[in-house]
């Protein structure tokens, strides 16, 4: 069984789907490694803040949210810039897509 001591030894994304034995593409963890490891923190965080005490449960969350993320990117999510480094502008979301400014990010274009 794997246990959150491994986890916590895991460095690189790689290590992370070899761990759990999740089968991937070198090409697209190569290029969107920064965007899946920042999204997989981002989920794992709420996992840890939920964590009860069951680890088996915690390491199955872990390993879905890995999957999730992979996922995501596997299919063709690709964030915009603005949606990475948090870029605002005049309190107001660009949009994803032309990067003019709109309210709540929603854009006419």
Known sequence: M??????YKLKDAEDFFIFF????DEHIVDVKRFHIMKEYGTLIK?????????????????KFALIRVYMDYKHGHSPSAAEVWGMLEDGKKGCASCGTPSEGGNCAC
Request: hydrophobic letters at 35%.
């Open 46 to 62: 709420k996992g840890f803040e939920n964590f009860n005490g069951n680890e088996k449960y915690l390491m199955d969350f872990l």
């Open 2 to 7: 794997k246990t959150l001591d491994q986890f």
């Open 21 to 24: 034995g999740v089968e991937f």
